[in-house]
């Protein structure tokens, strides 16, 4: 493959560097091979809605654009970066890597090789595969967003099969932070024009991501995640529990609290200093974060979600409480 560039009532819920660093991740020890899969540990959650208010509805749903926090939690839920650590819903602790099975860097942290998962799908029917990396790649490389977020990155090629190398002008020990982030998820190339990335703007919304939802409504009060069924995800035993994810906005911060201690929502974001500090006199609420980028606010019947700080994956989130109309 050629280099790119040069080298009230609640509704009811179910339980729901030669030398090279390499970055190996924890539960796999590097090899695909080696991982346990299920054809019946994704169905292991038995379903049910979870509701997470926001305080605006998401503008912005391709990965590279989305820079609120609204913007990039639910393009976050149908794009998966290169880099991540997954457990699955249920409280298993056994840690899998996503996109990318193992990224090594040089002595001098200016070429990253990632070695690939096989086997996975965008939700187009697209293969993920290097071409796919490189079509991504090229679009960081050539367009300004990509640039701002991947500033050094001047080159990148595919020497094998499920092998991509990432060329940098000048050392970045922190590179795969970069493509762990929300606004590195990758997209199916037939979804980009033009398709190999060069410059490229993503032309569609629908059916873009390898992640374990899909979008199934973007309206302006909100928008709507739906379980992908062909997750590579859930023959491993990552998830979903869930079958969908509403994102209502709601746009005072006192009313978001309201609504989750009426027990209307499950979730409430963006919660100011004052309602953080009456959140958390609520026994049955759980708080996290705080200060500028406000507080996240959950029914401790939701399990998952351990801080607001990152933008979450849900696919490991379910729900302990059954409750009825």
Same mark, same amino acid.
């Given at each position: /493959?050629?280099s790119?560039?040069?080298?009230p $009532?609640?509704?009811?819920?179910?339980v729901?560097?030669?030398g090279?660093? $390499?970055?190996?991740?924890?539960g796999?020890?590097?090899?695909e091979?080696?991982?346990?899969?299920?054809e019946? +540990?994704?169905?292991?959650?038995?379903? !049910?809605?979870?509701t997470?208010?926001?305080?605006?509805?998401?503008g912005?749903?391709?990965?590279?654009?989305?820079?609120?926090?609204?913007?990039q939690?639910v393009?976050?839920?149908?794009?998966?970066?290169?880099?991540?650590?997954l457990? %699955?819903?249920?409280?298993?602790?056994?840690?899998?890597?996503?996109?990318?099975?193992?990224?090594?860097?040089?002595?001098d942290?200016?070429?990253?090789?990632?070695?690939l998962?096989?086997?996975?799908?965008?939700?187009?029917g697209?293969?993920?595969?290097?071409?796919?990396? /490189?079509?991504?790649?090229?679009r960081?490389?050539?367009?300004?967003? !990509?640039?701002?977020? /991947?500033?050094?990155?001047?080159?990148?090629?595919?020497?094998?099969? %499920?092998?991509v190398?990432?060329?940098?002008?000048?050392p970045?020990p %922190?590179?795969?932070?970069?493509l &762990?982030?929300?606004?590195?998820g990758i997209?199916?190339?037939? @979804?980009?024009?033009?398709?190999?990335?060069?410059g490229?703007?993503?032309?569609?919304?629908?059916?873009t991501g390898? !992640?374990?939802?899909?979008?199934?409504?973007?309206?302006?009060?909100?928008?709507l995640? +739906?379980?992908?069924?062909?997750?590579?995800?859930?023959?491993? !035993?990552l998830g979903?529990?869930?079958?969908q994810?509403?994102?209502?906005?709601?746009?005072? @911060?006192?009313?978001?609290?309201?609504?989750?201690?009426?027990?209307?929502l499950e979730? &409430?974001?963006q919660?100011?200093?004052?309602?953080?500090v009456?959140?958390r006199?609520?026994?049955?609420?759980?708080?996290?974060g705080?200060? @500028?980028?406000?507080?996240?606010?959950?029914e401790?019947s939701?399990?998952?979600i351990?801080?607001?700080?990152?933008?979450?994956?849900?696919?490991?989130?379910?729900?302990t409480?059954?409750?009825?109309?």
């Amino acid at each position: /493959m050629r280099s790119r560039g040069a080298p009230p $009532a609640r509704r009811a819920q179910t339980v729901v560097v030669l030398g090279w660093l $390499a970055l190996a991740w924890p539960g796999c020890g590097g090899e695909e091979a080696s991982e346990d899969v299920s054809e019946s +540990a994704g169905h292991a959650g038995t379903g !049910g809605l979870l509701t997470w208010a926001v305080a605006e509805s998401p503008g912005e749903l391709d990965p590279l654009l989305a820079r609120s926090r609204v913007d990039q939690l639910v393009t976050r839920q149908i794009h998966e970066p290169l880099i991540e650590s997954l457990d %699955g819903p249920f409280g298993d602790v056994r840690r899998r890597p996503g996109l990318a099975l193992s990224v090594h860097g040089s002595a001098d942290a200016t070429i990253w090789r990632l070695r690939l998962r096989s086997g996975v799908r965008f939700q187009d029917g697209t293969r993920f595969n290097a071409g796919a990396v /490189m079509a991504n790649g090229e679009r960081w490389r050539t367009t300004r967003q !990509g640039r701002a977020l /991947m500033p050094d990155l001047f080159a990148l090629d595919a020497p094998r099969p %499920g092998l991509v190398r990432f060329f940098l002008e000048a050392p970045d020990p %922190g590179f795969p932070e970069r493509l &762990a982030s929300p606004r590195a998820g990758i997209v199916s190339p037939r @979804a980009l024009s033009p398709r190999d990335g060069e410059g490229a703007e993503l032309v569609r919304d629908e059916r873009t991501g390898t !992640g374990p939802f899909e979008l199934r409504e973007h309206d302006p009060p909100g928008a709507l995640v +739906a379980r992908n069924l062909e997750w590579w995800g859930s023959a491993r !035993g990552l998830g979903p529990a869930l079958d969908q994810v509403e994102f209502p906005v709601v746009a005072g @911060a006192s009313d978001r609290l309201d609504r989750l201690a009426a027990g209307e929502l499950e979730v &409430a974001d963006q919660l100011g200093a004052a309602e953080a500090v009456e959140a958390r006199r609520d026994p049955l609420l759980e708080v996290f974060g705080g200060g @500028a980028a406000g507080a996240l606010a959950i029914e401790r019947s939701v399990r998952g979600i351990t801080s607001a700080v990152a933008v979450p994956s849900l696919s490991e989130v379910w729900v302990t409480r059954v409750a009825a109309d």
